[in-house]
C-alpha cells in the first residue's frame, strides 16, 4: 500500500514564530517518515497582506530555508513555492464557482477582520477555497496544523464533498492533524500568537530577543511568595514547550505554593528557550549560506509538485466539462 499524503503550508508573511512551529511545523517534521509529504511557502495567500515584492521574495526564501533548518529532508518531503503550481489557483476559481458568498462569510478569519474594521480584499475573504485547493490538489490524507485552522479545514471538506456530490467522485476527504496537547500558543500579550498581532517570540531570534520578548509578558502583580495558578499566566504558558520532565513539574509546584517570582520563572524561560533556539538558529545560519542549494530544491519540488497537480487537474478539468472529446 503506498504511503498517505500529508500537505501543509506556511505563509511568508514574516518570520515564522515558535506558535508555527508547535502548531504545526514541527509536525511536518516528525512525520516526513511516515507519510508523502508535500509541504509549501503558501506565497500566494502571503499576497494578500504582503504588497512589495522584494519583501515577499525574501521572505519566501526565507521559509525554505527556515524548513531546511527544522530538519526537513528534500529527499523525503516536497518542499516548493505554492506559486510554482498555478494549477492551484484554477482549481481554487472551480471550487468558488460552487461557493457560496453566505457560506464564506461565516469563516471566524473574515468576521474577526470585520469586526476590527479591517479593509478586507478578495484575496483574504476567498482566503479558504485557495486553501481547499491547496489541500486537494495533491490528495492530502491529512493536513497538520494549528488549532485556529481547524474551521478552514471543515470548509476544505465541504468543498471536497460538494464537488464529489455535483461532478461524481473526485476528491479524499482529508483530516486534520491538530495536536491537542499544544492547543493555540498565546503570544507575548496573551492573545493568540500571531505575525499581525506583533506579539510574537521568533522561532530562530537571537537571545536579545528572546529575552527582550519574554520580559514583556504581562503577569499579574502577585509577590514571590503568594501562590499563583499556573495555569493563568501567560509566562508558564510557554514553559510548556521549554521546560521539561521534573524541572516543569517542580516550577508547577513553586507556582502553586507560592516562592517563585515572575521575574525568576521568565529567567528560567529564556534561558530554556535559548537553549531550543540556538543551535536552530545556527543551522539556519549555515543552510543560509548557500542560496543556490536552497533555489534548487525549491525547483526540483515545484517540478514534483506540478507533476501531480497536473494528473490531478486532468481529471477535474474532464469532470467540470473542460475537456472537449
Ligand atoms: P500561518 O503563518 O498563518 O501560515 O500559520 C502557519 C501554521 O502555524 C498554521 O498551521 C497555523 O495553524 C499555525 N499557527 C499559527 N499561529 C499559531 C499559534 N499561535 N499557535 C499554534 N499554531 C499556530
Known sequence: MSAKILVSGVKPSGRPHIGNYFGAMKQFMELQHSYESYVFIADMHALTNVQNPRQLAENTLDVAIDYLAIGLDPKKVTLFKQSDVPLVAELGWIFNCITTMPYLERAHAYKDARAKNKEINVGIFDYPMLMAADILLYDADIVPTGADQKQHIEFTRDTAEKFNRLFGETFRLPEPSIPESVGTIPGTDGRKMSKSYNNTIGLFAPDDEIAKAVMSIPTDSKGVDEPKDPDKDNVFAL???????PEFAELRDRYQAGGIGYKESKELLIRNMSKFITPLREKRESIAKNKSDVLKVLEEGAV????????KMDD????????LT
Open 304 to 311: 514534483a509538485a506540478r507533476e501531480k497537480a497536473n494528473l
Open 239 to 245: 514553559h510548556k514547550f521549554f521546560t521539561e520532565g
Open 316 to 323: 477535474v478539468r474532464a469532470k467540470v466539462g473542460f475537456k
